[in-house]
């Protein structure tokens, strides 16, 4: 599947590759295709992001999942990586807002404090680290991709992910094709991401979309609050 993807890639843009084969990119240590360890058939749903993180420890070539990042939790709130990564904060906060353990209305420090006090503990029954909710969504059959697979600073993420878009028409392909399984959700952050809407191998799959997280209303949005509230992705599995 990826191997025709490229090929499509190559039919489409015959420089892209090879310029990117030459050029520093994120994510390092061939990491590229990190997201499809994830198995085709355990697939449910497809998470699609902006890009990888622009930081060589952060992008890890699946989406969301920074790599600076372990501990979720502090006793003054989220933990500082956490914070430090906007959207990953935005998304931990609209979990928490699902979970029912924050109101729409109180998501600040102080309140995001009251929850993680009650995380903490090591019998609560809430994970404590990033790999831990990575478990969680691959366990609820994710598929963790980026609309552009890489990142380079001296490329607009527009550009990036335009490149990218023939591999992933091949990977909604595979997906639509496999045999006496339904269509996985599309879940599409962001208006980049929101162009895989109009693939024509998009058109059979179910669809749940949202601004991208790093917009605070993503923490209100309620599509994704109803979508993510029953997996119950902050606790134990």
Known sequence: MLLRGLEAMAADDP???ATLAQD???????????AFAQPL?????????EGPYPREQSAT?????DGAVDALWSPSGLSTPVNRATSLRNFMKMLMVAEGLLTPEATSGA????????????????????????????????LLLNAALVFRPHVPPVKEAK?????????LAALS????????????????AGWLDTLPAASCFPRAVAEHPYNLSFIKNKEMQQLFGPMHLLKVA
Not at 163 to 171: D, I, K, Q
């Open 15 to 17: 420089d892209y590759l």
């Open 24 to 34: 520093d990119y994120l994510p390092t240590r061939g990491r590229i295709f990190a």
């Open 41 to 49: 058939d355990a697939v449910r749903y497809v998470l699609v992001g």
């Open 61 to 65: 070539g699946v989406c969301f999942m």
């Open 111 to 142: 309140a995001v404090a009251e929850v993680a006090h009650r995380m903490l503990p090591p019998n609560s029954g809430f994970i404590q680290t990033l790999p831990a909710l990575q478990h969680n969504l691959h366990s609820h059959g994710f």
């Open 163 to 171: 490149a990218w878009r023939p591999l992933l028409a091949e990977v």
């Open 177 to 192: 094709r496999r045999a006496g399984r339904p269509p996985p959700t599309l879940v599409l952050w962001g208006k980049i």
